[in-house]
């Protein structure tokens, strides 16, 4: 294994499917096209690495660290639970049925990337670039989304019971139908949101700027 | 919000206007740190303020009661609002000539609020707040440490928004002692009749005392068990001061008041073609907001410093530490690819990328705007992006024409731009998460 990550790191090797990196020290490096296909990357250190284009679909990255990564990537229904990917680029990447849970995503950048079945519950997203990702049915549920950009984001039938928006960035969101039972919207602001049956519930709506 | 509040009044007198207001979160910490810098710009300003203040109870007041007796000496009048509280009417500021306390009903819903308004004839600025109540604290309650208590509000150095609120301040003092409000009047016209002859205080000053307070406060609350949540809100209003100062410079240009906005899209379209990382175009994203603050002072000396002369009104972003590599590349905004330009003389590559692209845009901007004016929109695009053409590879990198020339082609086809204006309070999105350079970065 000692060989094989000195030649990962040597930009030797482009193809491990399925190999078992667990807790591997890989920050900083050009990983990109890289495939890693259902790898076992638990708790490995990606941070500060090019992972662009790169095959991550159905690999394991729980609790694996990729602060700061470029993660334009294929992650199709990899565990990213408890992952910290503070500051990573995620533009247009593949989270389709991701497994996100209690991530740490603040200040990363998620416009453009596909969360259809992903599952972001208590995830932090914080100071998060969202804008004008497509969310439907996404479970958002106890996530921390404080001072998110979510312009324009497709957050219809979404579940938001709990969680945090307070400064959020919801100007022209389409929140039809989402429920956001219990969540915190202090200083939010919607103008120009679509609030079609949405569940409000106990929600806090102190100071929110609401126009359509 | 509260029924019959200033911030209540205030918000619904602009509620139909195209700028209503944009209210944020602020920890108790921070409001103390912005007052403090906001009160002791009185101390260095070039003119005496009336300063309206409202402390929710008398005992918040007798706390800060000898700064303002400082305050009161620079001041040409000082309005104290408070929920009376014992020795309130007895500290020796309370009976200054130019002190005035009004001692609100408990039931009077000014009694929730926190407000410092500042009205001098070179220096405008308030923090316009209120407390959350116990209900809206949710399931963890108010909490027990005195500076993490919330309010939600607003702060500005914006004339207008001072002069409209003072207005409602003096018609809610009215309602308890008339003869002041008559008083506070008489202020307020001659306040109006001195500001057309006297300079305005430096901004850049008043900014970056602000930002030096909030940096200070950050230091001193580290032992704090959730001192995070307070940092990030402190760091917050660090940002948004600067995002202040931009907006300003935005309102007082009627010709072209969203060029921050609309050279921050056409940058980050600029970034995206030319597939930069999301760190890059999130730098590229703030400098653009903030780029006028150089452009403010392009025509003066520079100094010689022995390494790189440098734009003084960029230097001010240079007193948040996370700000550092706007200020970069803000100070680089006027040097051309022919190494030509100004502060530093930097050529071709040596000027940093951002500089090189929000240099450009903002070029481009300006001229399209200004040309739309007596243009079409298709006549105004292409007229703009010839000007531009001609100084490629004078003032221009080639490359960066040829990306901008694709862009052009598209507004001419109908793409339009995602330009909103920024949500003041929430501009933490735009931060760089702070770090040393990690990983593959430059």
Same mark, same amino acid.
């Given at each position: ?212 | ?47 005496? &303020? ?127 002692? &008339? ?132 734009? &003084? ?84 990198? &080639? ?44």
């Amino acid at each position: 294994m000692t060989d094989s990550i000195a030649a990962i790191r040597e930009g030797k090797i482009k193809q491990l499917p399925g190999a078992n990196l667990e807790d591997e020290d890989l920050a900083g490096l050009d990983l990109a096209e890289m495939n890693l296909a259902g790898a076992n990357l638990v708790g490995a250190d990606f941070s500060g690495s090019k992972l662009e284009r790169s095959r991550l679909e159905g690999a394991n990255l729980l609790g694996s660290r990729l602060h700061g990564a470029d993660l334009r990537a294929n992650l199709l229904g990899a565990n990213l639970m408890q992952a910290d990917m503070t500051a990573a680029d995620l533009r247009g990447s593949n989270l389709r049925g991701a497994n996100l849970m209690g991530a740490k995503l603040s200040q990363s950048a998620i416009a453009g990337a596909f969360l259809s079945g992903a599952n972001l519950m208590s995830a932090n997203l914080q100071g998060a670039d969202l804008r004008g990702v497509d969310l439907r049915g996404v479970n958002l549920s106890n996530a921390n989304l404080q001072g998110a950009n979510l312009t324009q984001a497709d957050l219809r039938g979404a579940l938001l019971n709990e969680a945090n928006l307070e400064e959020a960035d919801l100007r022209g969101a389409n929140l039809a139908g989402a429920n956001l039972s219990g969540a915190n919207l202090l200083c939010a602001e919607l103008d120009g949101a679509n609030l079609a049956g949405v569940n409000l519930a106990g929600a806090c709506l102190l100071g929110t700027v609401v126009k359509q | 919000m509260l029924e019959g509040s200033i911030l209540q009044q205030l918000e619904s007198a602009l509620e139909n206007t195209n700028r209503p207001l944009n209210l944020g979160v602020y920890y108790k910490n921070t409001l103390v740190a912005l007052c403090h810098a906001l009160e002791d710009c009185i101390l260095a300003a070039g003119s005496q &303020p009336l300063v309206i203040t409202a402390f929710q109870r008398g005992k918040w007041y007798l706390q800060e009661a000898e700064r303002y007796h400082d305050l009161a000496q620079k001041s040409r009048h000082v309005v104290i609002m408070a929920a009376p509280d014992t020795g309130f009417a007895d500290h020796p500021t309370s009976k200054l000539p130019n002190v005035d306390l009004v001692a609100l009903n408990s039931q009077d819903p000014v009694a929730q609020e926190w407000h410092l308004i500042i009205l001098a004839p070179s220096y405008t600025a308030m923090v316009l707040c209120q407390e959350l109540s116990e209900a809206d604290y949710g399931v963890g309650g108010r909490p027990t440490a005195d500076l993490e208590r919330k309010f939600y509000g607003f702060w500005t150095f914006e004339p207008a928004r001072v002069e409209k609120t003072i207005e409602l301040a003096i018609a809610h003092i009215n309602t308890y002692n &008339p003869e002041l409000a008559q008083q506070l009047n008489s202020h307020v016209q001659a306040i109006a009749q001195e500001a057309s002859q006297v300079e305005p205080d430096d901004l850049n000053a008043i900014v970056s005392r602000v930002v030096d307070y909030l940096q200070t406060s950050e230091y001193s609350i580290k032992q704090i068990e959730h001192h995070q949540v307070l940092d990030s809100n402190l760091v917050s209003n660090e940002l948004q001061a600067f995002l202040r100062l931009g907006q300003l410079i935005d309102l007082a240009d009627t010709g072209n008041p969203l060029a921050a906005a609309e050279v921050a899209a056409i940058a980050e379209i600029m970034g995206q073609l030319l597939n930069l990382p999301a760190w890059q175009i999130k730098r590229l994203r703030l400098a653009s907001l903030l780029h006028r603050i150089a452009l403010q002072s392009v025509n003066v000396q520079y100094g010689e410093a022995p390494s790189c002369p440098l734009v &003084p009104a960029a230097q001010v972003l240079r007193t948040m530490p996370r700000l550092s590599a706007i200020a970069q590349i803000i100070n680089h905004l006027s040097e051309r690819w022919d190494g030509s330009g100004q502060p530093a003389g930097l050529s071709g590559e040596a000027i940093p990328l951002e500089s090189r692209i929000v240099g450009l845009v903002a070029d481009f901007q300006q001229r399209f705007t200004h040309l739309s004016q007596s243009h079409t929109k298709e006549e105004a695009l292409s007229t703009a992006f010839a000007q531009c053409q001609q100084e490629q590879g004078k003032a221009w990198e &080639p490359k960066l024409v040829d990306t901008l020339e694709l862009l052009a082609r598209g507004m001419q086809q109908g793409l339009t731009l995602p330009v909103s204006p920024t949500k003041i309070s929430s501009g933490m999105w735009l931060i760089d998460e702070e770090r040393g350079e990690v990983g593959m970065r430059k």
